[in-house]
């Protein structure tokens, strides 16, 4: 080992580019071997028509193979300049960013060129943020991404920055991060590594063109052959490019520890604490806001009050919270508000899927007009949903009193309409079990005494009200009385065969059959009311979910179409097309959904707890709040009510409304009173 070679421009001694150089260079084995592979045909073609100049290939069977083979050749060469054409011309995927512009981020770019030359390593071409917390070097020297660069640096990377970094680390914490990523661009640019990259992101791009929507029939089947081509070369280069890249993160990391060696251990502390806090709130605080049509437009700002929340709870977290006297990173940014509302409009697009500018349908927030604007809002559309789903069930107007429905919805016809009645609830226990099969016995031995009596008289033959909730299906059909009469000898007889043959002693497995909706949770609801509402509310939020989803796959079209043309009128005119702040995403939106699709008993829950949360707020002076690790609150006398979720799980998995009702009227809320609505 040598050290550090410390021109910068070369890949310096390290072990890791050393290891990365051999990767590239067996990357560009395999393109070689691809493009002598491509050739052989024209190279035997060629050997052929010189040996029949030359006299020593002749005859009619020479002739045939020269001319096959020469056909052969023709066709592999076309059709390897078409894979050549296809990968050179692609657009490789770009990560949606926010670009930063050396005016916008003076500071920033300064701090970064120090710890290039601090490196040894040359400075990268531009800098620019991610709603993410991770940071990373990106390759974006093709001509379709050179329209959009604002700075020098030909050939070198940019640097791109998780935003949430910036407004939780301090300066010397961010630049302790930044350090190994820097260091990347040593190697980055070693001729061999950057061939090699830009191979593998030219095949990777090649792959997904023939999902194009531009293209005809017939150029999307070419493109398809040239789509498998490419996955024959990316998976034999998988391996070898998997390892390059490791050789750089090697030798960058390496380069890194000559500064701030000491600082990033701990900076590395504060990397894993804003992943956590960034992700809290995102799915738990914007998350909401986003399905209201509303964007939290300083969502960096929040990662801190949320990490800052969360020192102030967790033991583990106190020191975190000293640092906030330190300077932070976003003061290097000349407008970080400007800057914090892009990337918050880019995490809306990016992890819900949300329109590419604001409108009346998608407005930004302030976190102070939160809890009036999403949570407030958010409660009254899932109360007036709820009641919408009950009218369209013909339930609201049975659950409750008439003059309440006259003056409006209210919470006591919800909590009515999901209590159970104690006869529903499941036995469980040896005690319940021995009872059940007792009744099994005695409604045994009446149906054996009603078969022996004869059919003299129909009422004989009614089933019990035990017999009728295990056999609906033919109560149901109870009108039709030629069915009914067949129905009930045939469940005669079976039980008079099942007394005989066990003389009246009876155990579990005798009953397995009769009473699996007893002992098989899934089988039969706790809360069939409850069922039957949560899957009315699943199928009426699929549907604006699908009406919303349209409306934003219009508006990505039309804003691709607009993008497609400036991007082509730049091209022919030979000019840089109108930089954009952000760039888009490649792909249909949302690219990282945050929560994977909620079950309709989680769906109802929630909108029962709006539906109660809307109550406190009308008739017992709560009000609405913002929890930053846990999104929207109600607040009770200033206090955050905790113990409010188990209660209303109770009402609808079990049809239990008294732990709601105590928490009522300890609270003082009024379920008799109407709820406004949106």
Known sequence: MNGVSGTGSV???????????????????????????????????????????TGHFTGAAWDAARWAVTVLAVVVLLAAAAVALVVARARPAATPTVALAETAAPDLYRLVRDLADRLGVPPPAAIALTPDCDSWLEDRTH??????????????????????????????????????????????????????????RGLDAAVAVPGDSGLDPLRRLGAR???????????????????????????????????????RIVAQEQVGLAYAGWDRLLTRVALPAWRMGRWPSQLDAGVVSALTELSRRDRLAEGFSSRLGERPACDLLEEPGAVDEATSLLAARLFHGGPAEPSPDWAPVEWSQYPEEVVDRKWRTDAARLHQVLDGLGMASTSGDRAADAAGPTLTEVMAHLTTTPTTSRAVGPKATAERDADADADA?????????????????????????EHAPDAEHAEHAEHAEHAEHAEHAEHAEHAEHNDGDHNDADHIGDHEHIDEDDDEPANPAAEALAGALSALLAREEAAREARVAA??????????????????????????????????????PLQPPRTGRDLLADHVTAMVCCAAVDTAEATPGLDWLDGPALLVGGERAK????????????GDPEPLRAWLALTGVRPEKPVRLV
């Open 11 to 53: 890949v310096g001694e390290e072990w890791g580019a050393r290891a990365a150089r051999s990767r590239a260079l067996a990357v560009l084995r395999v393109r070689g071997r691809a493009l002598g592979l491509a050739v052989l045909p024209a190279a035997v073609a060629v050997v052929l028509h010189a040996g029949g100049l």
């Open 143 to 200: 001509r379709a991404h050179r329209l959009h660069r604002t700075t020098g640096g030909d050939g070198a990377p940019v640097l791109v920055i998780g935003s949430p970094f910036l407004w939780w680390m301090r300066v010397g914490e961010l630049r302790a991060v930044l350090a190994p990523v820097v260091a990347g661009t040593g190697p980055a640019a070693h001729p061999d590594i950057a061939a090699a990259r830009r191979f593998i």
């Open 225 to 263: 052959g040239v789509g498998q081509v490419a996955r024959v070369l990316l998976r034999a280069c998988r391996e070898h490019a998997a390892e390059m890249e490791r050789g750089v993160a090697a030798a960058g990391s390496e380069r890194a520890q000559a500064v701030d060696y000491g600082v």
């Open 445 to 469: 031995a009446r149906e054996v005494e009603a078969r022996e009596d004869g059919p003299d008289d129909p009422d004989d033959h009614r089933p019990d009200s035990d017999d009728a909730d």
């Open 555 to 592: 508006e990505t079209a039309r804003t691709a179409e607009k993008s497609r043309k400036s991007a082509r009128r730049a091209d022919k005119d030979r000019q840089a097309a109108p930089h954009a702040a952000v760039s888009g995403p490649d792909g249909p939106l949302p690219l990282f």
């Open 643 to 654: 113990d409010l979720g188990p209660r209303v799980l109770a009402l609808v998995e079990d």
